[in-house]
């Protein structure tokens, strides 16, 4: 009877966009060595960890992706595209948006609460009423 060596897990990775995406920052705005690695799951963790200085600065200041525009704009990413913010949007542009909140971004922010509003009254209602 022969011993086997124990199989040595491969770890998982992923793609720089997603790891992009699961750290909330712009894919194009962070390092090329970033951009053309592929990061495993113990890398992210460690980024998120301890991050280092360009991702604490890309978190700060921006480029934002849409999802985190959207969020500290406090509306959804489909109203920024009809308000025809489509590219990256820095912290201070955010700022300055909140500031002086244009008529669009106050529109986007009564729709996204009456969006909410119904799907919570949806889901209200499906639990009291539950198909069967």
Do not use: C
């Not at 060596?5 to 705005?29: F, G, I, N, S």
């Not at 963790?45 to 200041?61: C, F, I, M, S, V």
């Not at 480029?63 to 509306?75: E, K, M, T």
């Amino acid at each position: 009877m022969t011993e086997t060596a124990p199989r040595r897990r491969k770890p998982q990775t992923m793609k720089p966009a997603t790891a992009a995406a699961k750290l909330d920052v712009y894919l194009p705005a962070t390092p090329a060595e970033f951009q053309e690695s592929v990061i495993s799951r113990d890398e992210l963790a460690a980024l998120q960890a301890d991050p280092p200085a360009w991702l604490t600065e890309l978190r700060r200041n921006g480029p934002h992706p849409r999802s985190v525009v959207a969020a500290r704009l406090r509306v959804s990413t489909s109203g920024l595209a009809r308000a025809g913010l489509t590219g990256p949007v820095t912290t201070a542009e955010i700022e300055a948006l909140q500031a002086d909140p244009p008529a669009w971004l106050l529109h986007e922010r009564r729709t996204l609460v009456e969006v909410r509003r119904e799907e919570k009254r949806l889901a209200e209602r499906a639990a009291q009423h539950p198909q069967g």
